[in-house]
């Protein structure tokens, strides 16, 4: 499976960038970190607990162990490739080492034009085909969750699920929250029952349309 070409015959004319949500149809957005307090400055507080049981609970809802995914890993470069080695070792120590040799990589423009005048950064993007079983999704969960909050392991590379049989996308943006697309608003409606409590108050109206 090619990813340029899932994406232009499932999910036509969406780049793959945040916000997600609000550049497609069918999604829902969820809150993962609740009720942050200052002094939750150490390794498995209550506010990050949380996160982490929300971004796997719902990762584990949509995706069965046997089926395929495409891991997508976005690694924006700026500084001319010299430490690009060293970043993608926070990629493959999540996954079976024999099936990084079927990584792919693309490299483009930097993906945030907007903030690079000059056209001088790229962003290399790589792309894994293989099943839900094959990567530890639990540990690389918590460290993209763990970004933003001062603890390691934490990933800054925005990393995109892509279910093949299902043709959704889940993005976990941070600590914050994470948006989930796809094709059929049928395709996640369990989810949007199931986990209703979770969903980000600030779009539920315009979630609720499309399931309602």
């Known amino acids: 499976m090619l990813l340029n070409n899932f994406m232009n015959e499932n999910f036509p004319n969406l780049e793959l960038r945040p916000p997600l ?41 949509l995706h069965s162990p046997t089926e395929e995914i495409c891991v997508v890993t976005d690694v924006n470069d700026f500084d001319k490739g010299k430490k690009l080695k060293n970043q993608l070792n926070n990629f493959s120590r999540y996954v079976e080492k024999t099936l990084l040799f079927s990584l792919k990589h693309q ?31 639990i540990p690389l969960l918590k460290a993209i969750c763990n970004q933003d909050l001062g603890l390691k392991p934490r990933i800054f590379h925005r990393v995109y699920f892509i279910n093949i049989n299902k043709k959704t996308i889940f993005h976990v943006y941070d600590d914050r929250g994470c948006d989930l697309l796809a094709t059929s608003p049928e395709t996640i409606r369990h989810i949007y029952e199931g986990y209703n409590h979770w969903i980000l108050d600030y779009d539920r109206y315009e979630i609720d349309r499309v399931f309602k």
């Open 21 to 61: 949500f609000y550049c497609w149809d069918i999604g829902i957005r969820f809150e993962l970190g609740v009720e942050w307090k200052r002094e939750y400055d150490y390794p498995n507080n209550p506010y990050v607990l949380g996160c982490y049981k929300r971004a796997i609970t719902l990762f584990e809802a």
């Open 107 to 137: 490299s483009m423009p930097y993906i945030f034009p907007e903030d690079d005048e000059e056209g001088t950064y790229k962003t290399h993007r790589f792309s894994l085909n293989c099943k839900t079983s094959d990567f530890k999704y």
